[in-house]
């Protein structure tokens, strides 16, 4: 890996982490199913009009159609189901913890590729992976027990903490899929269908649970520089990806880094004690930070 695939690697992981920051803002207001609707639906507009703007609109199509099954499992797998446990989690623990539960993907992938796609582990790697678990497991385990002073209950908390970790576990399984059933097909195309099919697969639940009553404006101030959070991370994702088949095992998965001043396992006893803020306070602290 040169530098610049690490300046690549590390903008992408920037980029990535902050959605944790604005899914904790937007939930509460609009809803699981509807804001990550709202997400992957972005996300694969954006797409689609990059792939016809690169990619000849007939070859685009037919990949699209002999591919459009193991594109749907992965959109679900990588973004659809995924999304909506984090953002169940984000219901009840911070985003600094979501975040650092995150850092499993890549163990889940190599242990996924183990199992399934009999990928070889050795001793020091094996290593790695339980040093990997027991330092995210230490990092979050006082989130996870719900101290006193938290509105959560210890089983609410572990129930969200689950909740993030079988999100990540999809990830590592996605990983292999892709590896498994995509291998031949560029990461463009990959992307867009993904993102199509976690948008098809989210669209009815969104409209089904969408928001009775009317969502304050706060969620814009967090929405904006999401979408452009989503935009320029789809951008480099392609980039990144089409280094990584070069230089990174297959089944290697970036994760996120999120930029937020308080450290990241803890949350404020003075912060636990205050009342909740509305989602449109929230929303603009975030936002304006």
Request: net charge positive.
């Amino acid at each position: 890996m040169n530098a610049k695939n690490l300046l690549q690697l590390l903008i992408l992981a920037a980029l990535w982490g902050a959605s944790f920051l604005f899914i904790r803002v937007g939930v509460t207001d609009f809803g699981v199913a509807p804001l990550m609707a709202l997400r992957v639906g972005i996300g694969a507009l954006f797409l689609i009009v990059v792939l016809l703007a690169r990619r000849p609109l007939q070859q685009s199509a037919t990949v699209l159609r002999t591919r459009a099954l193991p594109l749907l499992v992965v959109g679900i797998l990588n973004s659809a189901a995924p999304f909506c446990l984090f953002a169940y989690a984000e219901l009840t623990l911070s985003a600094g913890v979501t975040s650092v539960i995150n850092a499993t993907t890549p163990l889940w992938g190599g242990l996924v590729a183990f199992v399934w796609l009999r990928d070889r582990l050795s001793g020091l790697r094996t290593l790695g992976l339980a040093i990997g678990f027991l330092g995210v497991l230490m990092l979050v385990w006082d989130q996870i027990a719900a101290p006193s002073g938290s509105a959560a209950t210890p089983l609410g908390t572990a129930l969200a903490a689950g909740a993030a970790l079988g999100a990540t576990l999809l990830y590592g399984i996605a990983a292999n899929y892709t590896k498994r059933y995509l291998t031949g097909v560029d990461a463009l195309t990959v992307a867009a269908g993904t993102m199509t099919g976690a948008t098809v697969v989210l669209l009815p639940l969104a409209v089904i649970y969408w928001p009775a009553a009317p969502v304050s404006l706060g969620w814009f101030c967090a929405w904006m520089p999401r979408t452009r959070t989503r935009v320029l991370a789809g951008i480099r994702r392609r980039s990144v990806a089409s280094s990584s088949a070069r230089t990174w095992p297959a089944c290697a998965v970036p994760v996120t880094t999120v930029p937020c001043p308080d450290k990241v396992n803890t949350r404020s006893t003075a912060s636990r004690k205050r009342p909740v803020a509305s989602g449109r306070d929230r929303a603009c602290a975030c936002a304006c930070k």
